[in-house]
């Protein structure tokens, strides 16, 4: 059953300006709605980024999507932090209303543990401590930002990148997270051999966390896949949006 609109969820220090790459390529393959869409306190969507919680971020999304008018089966497709704030989004949405999710890269602690909780080096002691005596994060330096979020990337899409980039909550970082009321839709990863944001050893334990998916795609990219290979990437989601 094919996706009637495809949803996008950005991760950590990022906003919707981030798929943009990968909505260019995707609309030269399929006429299906997109909507990436901006979590609350960044790019103009309203929220307080010192207090932001999982639900405030779910609230904000499903206002976004009502907005855009969207019906039907969403394919939900969410990168890195998403992976914290999707399965919410889904159990709200319900079963009757997804076709699909797909996780590039997500955070996926265990139920009941936080983003803080299930990191490794060199994510973790920044986030640690960003999680201990902040209550807001400013964007990496570009060129710490560029080398774990961007190797292999052309000098064009590491400028795009850190130009993008924006401040970030801890609140939500330090939550305890639960998939208890996720649907069992299907589930799809996008495994990035070359993150070093989160490894793929470790992205194997986040998938086993989730409780498995349907499809594991293999693909030899770094953290933000969807600026440096977007044709790549559009073409993985085109197909898993057909089936």
């Not at 693909?219 to 290979?229: F, Q, S």
Request: proline residues 7%; hydrophobic residues 40%.
């Amino acid at each position: 059953m094919k996706a009637d609109a495809i949803v996008f969820i950005h991760g950590g220090q990022h906003d919707a300006r981030c798929w943009d790459p990968t909505l260019l390529a995707l609309r030269e393959l399929t006429s299906t709605p997109l909507l990436a869409v901006n979590l609350p306190g960044r790019n103009g969507e309203p929220g307080n980024l010192s207090s932001l919680t999982i639900a405030e971020c779910v609230h904000s999304v499903l206002k976004q999507i009502r907005e855009a008018r969207l019906q039907g089966k969403l394919m939900l497709v969410g990168h890195s932090m998403a992976g914290i704030s999707m399965p919410a989004l889904a159990a709200e949405l319900t079963e009757a209303n997804l076709h699909s999710m797909v996780f590039i890269s997500c955070c996926i602690p265990k139920e009941g543990y936080s983003v803080v909780e299930s990191l490794d080096p060199p994510m973790a002691p920044i986030a640690k401590f960003a999680a201990k005596y902040l209550k807001t994060f400013p964007p990496l330096p570009k060129a710490f930002a560029s080398w774990v979020f961007g190797n292999g990337m052309t000098r064009q899409q590491k400028q795009f990148l850190v130009t993008t980039l924006c401040r970030e909550t801890t609140t939500i970082t330090r939550e305890k997270v639960s998939r208890i009321n996720m649907p069992q839709c299907p589930r799809h990863w996008i495994l990035l051999e070359r993150d070093r944001a989160i490894s793929p050893s470790r992205q194997r334990e986040f998938i086993n966390n989730l409780g498995g998916v349907s499809s594991i795609e293999s693909v030899d990219g770094c953290h933000d896949i969807m600026i440096a290979e977007p044709k790549l990437l559009a073409e993985r989601l085109t197909r898993i949006s057909k089936t």
